[in-house]
């Protein structure tokens, strides 16, 4: 198995991070090569499917499944029709929240998530945008 842990503090209350990183609307703006992300349902519970697309004309659908939600700590998504997982982590500590993301799969991770996404989280969440 590999996986790929990055944790980040950002200035704001665990309730207002959890939110706006599970928040499809949102997750173009923080996740470099999103264009569009669509839940099946909102609000978003275990077995919801949340579909997101890139910008490239040819660029495929990609659906993950809530597979567990518990807010504010956490919340955890795997990519439909393969062995990719990631989990979302939130701990309230003193001035805001320590937000952690892993990723894993068994066969490997082929791109895995940069800490430029997680700084633009904070940036974002931290300015009110």
Not at 23 to 35: A, F, L, M, T
Not at 44 to 66: K, P, S
């Amino acid at each position: 198995m590999e996986q790929n842990k990055l944790s980040i503090f950002i200035g704001r209350p665990i309730d207002e991070v959890f939110s706006y990183s599970l928040e499809s609307n949102n997750v173009p703006k923080w996740i470099e090569g999103i264009r569009v992300e669509i839940p099946s349902e909102r609000p978003v519970r275990q077995g919801t499917i949340l579909r997101n697309t890139g910008f490239d004309e040819n660029a495929r659908w990609n659906e993950y499944e809530v597979i567990e939600i518990n807010p504010p700590t956490t919340f955890t998504l795997r990519l439909l029709g393969s062995d990719y997982y990631c989990k979302y982590s939130f701990k309230e500590v003193a001035g805001g929240t320590e937000f952690e993301y892993l990723e894993w799969s068994e066969s490997g991770l082929s791109d895995r998530f940069q800490m430029e996404s997680l700084k633009k989280l904070k940036a974002l969440i931290e300015s009110g945008q």
